[in-house]
Antibody, heavy 121, light 107 residues
Framework: EVQLVETGGGLIQPGGSLRLSCAASGFTVSNNYMSWVRQAPGKGLEWVSV???????YYADSVKGRFTISRDNSKNTVYLQMNSLRAEDTAVYYC???????????????WGQGTLVTVSS | SSELTQDPAVSVALGQTVRITCQGDSLRNYYASWYQQKPGQAPVLVIY???NRPSGIPDRFSGSNSGNTASLTITGAQAEDEADYYCNSRDSSGIRVFGGGTKLTVL
């Protein structure tokens, strides 16, 4: 069964750092694109970052320079290192496999259950 | 950066057909994917590509594309279809973007 499990969320003070983990099972992370998507309380979905199978990474403007996506192939796990956290980073963070069949088709499947990050003093 | 625009809310009578739309310039070059999200749950993929349904998604869900608009159609809406629906696409730089979401109410 293809599954994603996120961990690492919690309460953190503004300016602090946190690392989220996403453990995958049923497929190999290094052979896939993997994205992080977040959802602030009561708000819509916001794409955060992607890591390609070749290692290239991309970020939303809102997190560029503060967040870093990476992976550990031996653990089949993707990470999101979040630094200089702000109140507006408060959200549920989802990990998802970023699928494609051609350059003009992209979709996210499956999704993890999400981990809540609360940035507050 | 690219933007995708959705109507904030749509309603449909039980058993009737509803179309949820998503507009954006990137949709002229890239297909949208659609996600259903119920309260307290993670999003679920319902449509991707030209008009593809993942295993387990009922065939009352379908997708279409025209110009800068992608549409998700539910033919014969059921009570369990009441949820938030989000479209997603990519732009030429590889950035992914979501629409603001549409809250579907089944009356």
């Amino acid at each position: 069964e293809v599954q994603l499990v996120e961990t690492g969320g919690g309460l953190i003070q503004p300016g602090g750092s946190l690392r989220l983990s996403c453990a995958a099972s049923g497929f190999t992370v290094s052979n896939n694109y993997m994205s992080w998507v977040r959802q602030a309380p009561g708000k819509g979905l916001e794409w955060v970052s992607v890591i390609y199978s070749g290692g290239s990474t991309y970020y939303a403007d809102s997190v560029k320079g503060r967040f870093t996506i990476s992976r550990d192939n031996s653990k089949n796990t993707v990470y999101l290192q979040m630094n200089s956290l702000r109140a507006e980073d408060t959200a549920v963070y989802y990990c998802t496999r970023d699928m494609y069949s051609s350059s003009w088709e992209r979709w996210f499947d499956p999704w993890g259950q999400g981990t809540l990050v609360t940035v507050s003093s | 950066s690219s933007e995708l625009t959705q109507d904030p809310a749509v309603s449909v009578a039980l058993g009737q057909t509803v179309r949820i739309t998503c507009q954006g310039d990137s949709l002229r070059n890239y297909y949208a994917s659609w996600y259903q999200q119920k309260p307290g749950q993670a999003p679920v993929l319902v449509i991707y590509g030209k008009n593809n349904r993942p295993s387990g998604i009922p065939d009352r869900f379908s997708g279409s594309n025209s110009g800068n608009t992608a549409s998700l159609t539910i033919t014969g809406a059921q009570a369990e279809d009441e949820a938030d629906y989000y479209c997603n696409s990519r732009d030429s730089s590889g950035i992914r973007v979501f629409g603001g979401g549409t809250k579907l109410t089944v009356l």
